[in-house]
Every structure is written in structure tokens, then in C-alpha cells.
């Protein structure tokens, strides 16, 4: 064991480990018809497979926040590898529902316990430039997405099966695992560790304006990215096209983040990411032909910087919170998003069905209901608009909570 941190190859482990992550998405959604007919289940039963992985995620970041200061951040990421390792090799050997219920929802907190151990330690590693190293390790979210897409069409494409989808999934687990359990981690010097402190700083005005904002800017973000391939599908679009264009942007803006983090300052960033989304959904919501692929790179520089920006801020401008504060608001972004999906999955069957019964027929009908739904979705960013307007106007107040800039 090696006496001194390498926050090189820290970064690296927690990179790969988030690379695993959002694998794990773009795959899974790449072999979910294979599933459905490998074990004849229906597309509700589908559905409620998914959640687990939205459904183990918070529970993940929530256990991990309380329990950060206690084990910290190698416990908990020996846990994610524990977990991804379990829930990988169930999958590949799954028999049918139920047993892809369970191995979805050991993926699912896998996922929850990166996010967990990971923001706080990259925040305790570089205090003086959190929130841009912070939109760096989650360049690889995207980064994962148009790997695992990638990987998956080609898979496919040369008829292998969805097991050896999963198993590849295996080396990059292997590879962070070996990275944890050979180094050593941060003690937790830069970061408030007594929990009791974190839990009574939670009460912050500033900390619960924040934590209500990270729904909305959940939902803007994931919500519209679900329903806009299948919009594009319908109107004779790639989507493998629009899915490779919109994460790459959103890892090409996250990378770049640090001057314009610099710049702007975290309530800038946020107040232009709440515009620019807004202008997207509503600009998807009305093109057509190439248009709409303009409005697909908008939308993805919009929602770039939403979540890392949002972790950051917390660990800098509520910085008592400690670990605890960034994963309850990470917690807050994917229960947001679990709950909103199947209200706008009704939404849209009944705007479809609407549709059909106006006289349109197939595609038609689900552009015109996708639009729709588009249309609805504008509302979130709109209210994001109002509220980092006035936290952007109100930063000299909020600046005066920052921490100091001091450290690594």
C-alpha cells in the first residue's frame, strides 16, 4: 500500500467507475427488446425493471452521505465494485423477471455509491477548483453513454447476444477495482466530516433552495433525452446519430467547464444553462428535418453543466453540509426523475391517442404527441429561469457562504 495519495490516479479510478455507470444505461436500454423476448416480458414488467436501477441509486447516495464521514471514500467505492461485479454476473446468468429485478438493483446502487464516494473526494482533493474538476469526472457520464451505445450497436450489429453485451461491462470494473484497492485515499481534510453538523446545515435556506432546484434541472435533463430519440425515430432521424451528437457535446462542454465556470461563477453558469435549456425544448418542440438537430446540440449545451454545477455549488457555497449534502441532492435529482417518468410515459400515450382519434396515424400521431410532450416539458427550465435569476442577481449575498479558496 503505498503511503501518499495520487489524486491522478484517484481521478482516474473514480472516471472509469463513472464510465461503468452510464454503461450500464446505454446498454441495457440497447438490449431491453432482446430481454422482453428472450424471456417473454411484457413492456410494463420492463419498465418496473428499469426503475430499479433509478430505485437503487438514491437509496445508494443517501446510505453513502450519512455514512461518508464514518468509512469513507474507498469503502464506499469498494461497495459500487462489490455491487457492479454482483449485479453484472446476475444479469448475464438471469432466468427471468424476477432475477432482473434484483440484479438492476444491485447495478442501480453500484451506480448511487460512485456518485456518493466520488463528488465528495474529488471535492476534498481539489478544493480550489471543485466545481470545474467536478464537471470533469462527469464528462465521462456522457463520455460512458456514447461508449456503451457504441459498443452495443456493434455488438448487435455482429449477432452477439445480450450477455456478452453485459459481460464487457466486466473490464473497465475490473480495471477501476484494481485502482481502489491500490491506493490510498483522502482523509477527509477539506470537507466538514462530523455528521451531526452536515445534518444540522441542511437546514440552510441557501442548501433547500438548491435541493428543490435540482429537481427541475433533473427532469429537464433527462426527461426530454428519453422522449426525443423516439420523436427523431418517427420523423426518419437517426437517433444513435442524435444520442452520439448530444452526449458528445455535453462531455466536450463539461470538460472545457473550468474558464467558464471562472467567468460566470456557479450561479452564472446555472441562470445560462436554465435560458439555453428552455430555448432547446421549446425549438424541439416546433422543428422539423435538420432543424430539430440544431435544437438537439442546443439542448445538450443547455443541460451540460446542470448536474456537476449543481454538486458543486453545495460543496462550495454550502460547504457544512459536507458529503452528506452532495449526495442527498444527487439523491433528490434521480428520485425526481423516477417519479416524473411514468406521469409523462401516461402523458404521452394519452396525447398519442388524442392524436390518433384527431385522424393521424403511426408516426404522425407520435411526433405529434412526443411534440407535445416537448411543448409541456418547456415549463421546467422556465421555472429554473426565474429562480437562478434571482440567485444570480442575490450572488453577492451568496458569495459572502463561499468557502475559502485555499488548498491543493
Known amino acids: 500500500m503505498k503511503n501518499t495519495i495520487n489524486k491522478n490516479k484517484l481521478f482516474l479510478a473514480a472516471c472509469i467507475s463513472l464510465i461503468v455507470t452510464s454503461m450500464t444505461f446505454a ?4 438490449i431491453l427488446t432482446q430481454l422482453g423476448t428472450d ?14 436501477a433509478f430505485l437503487g441509486f438514491p437509496i445508494a447516495m443517501i446510505i453513502g452521505g450519512l455514512l461518508y464521514n464514518t468509512v469513507g471514500a474507498k469503502k464506499l467505492m469498494a461497495v459500487a465494485f462489490i455491487c457492479h461485479l454482483l449485479g453484472l454476473i446476475l444479469t448475464i446468468y438471469a432466468g427471468g423477471f424476477w432475477s432482473l429485478i434484483i440484479s438492476t438493483f444491485f447495478i442501480g446502487f453500484a451506480n448511487g455509491s460512485v456518485e456518493a464516494a466520488c463528488n ?9 477548483n471543485r466545481t470545474a474538476m467536478l464537471n470533469k469526472f462527469h464528462v465521462w457520464f456522457p463520455g460512458g453513454l456514447v461508449i456503451g451505445a457504441l459498443v452495443s450497436e456493434f455488438m448487435t450489429n455482429n449477432g452477439m447476444g445480450w450477455q456478452m453485451q453485459i459481460a464487457v461491462m466486466l473490464i473497465p470494473t475490473l480495471i477501476y477495482g484494481y485502482l481502489v484497492f491500490s491506493q490510498k485515499f483522502p482523509e477527509g481534510e477539506n470537507i466538514e466530516s462530523n455528521t451531526s453538523e452536515n445534518i444540522k446545515a441542511l437546514a ?67 441562470w445560462m444553462s436554465a435560458i439555453i435549456t428552455t430555448i432547446a425544448i421549446y425549438l424541439m418542440s416546433i422543428a422539423d428535418g435538420s432543424l430539430i438537430y440544431a435544437a438537439a446540440a442546443l439542448f445538450a449545451l443547455g443541460v451540460c453543466y446542470f448536474w456537476p454545477t449543481m454538486i458543486g455549488f453545495i460543496s462550495e457555497y454550502t460547504s457544512k ?13 434521480m428520485f425526481a426523475t ?11 400515450d394519452a396525447e398519442k391517442e388524442s392524436a390518433i382519434a384527431s385522424g393521424l396515424v403511426g408516426g404522425a400521431a407520435d411526433i405529434v404527441a412526443g411534440k407535445s410532450i416537448l411543448g409541456f416539458m418547456v415549463y421546467f427550465p422556465l421555472a429554473l429561469v426565474v429562480l437562478f435569476g434571482i440567485l444570480f442577481f442575490m450572488r453577492k449575498k451568496v458569495e459572502e457562504s463561499r468557502i475559502p479558496q485555499t488548498g491543493h
Request: charged content about 10%; some cysteine.
Open 39 to 52: 424471456f417473454e416480458i411484457s413492456n410494463e414488467k420492463l419498465g418496473w425493471i428499469n426503475s430499479m
Open 120 to 128: 465528495p473526494m474529488i471535492a476534498d482533493m481539489y478544493t480550489n
Open 338 to 348: 423516477s417519479i416524473w417518468n411514468p406521469i409523462i410515459g401516461s402523458m404521452l
Open 204 to 270: 440552510n435556506p441557501l442548501y433547500i433552495f438548491i435541493f428543490f432546484c435540482m429537481s427541475l434541472t433533473a427532469v429537464s435533463e433527462f426527461i426530454p433525452q428519453q422522449w426525443v430519440e423516439k420523436i427523431l425515430g418517427s420523423s426518419g432521424a437517426s437517433p444513435m446519430l442524435v444520442l452520439a451528437l448530444v452526449t458528445g457535446i455535453m462531455a466536450l462542454g463539461r470538460f472545457f467547464a473550468g474558464p467558464i465556470v471562472h467567468k460566470l461563477n456557479p450561479t452564472g453558469v446555472l
Open 321 to 333: 453540509t459536507g458529503a452528506l449534502g452532495m449526495s442527498l441532492v444527487g439523491g433528490m435529482g
Open 27 to 30: 446498454i441495457r436500454a440497447g
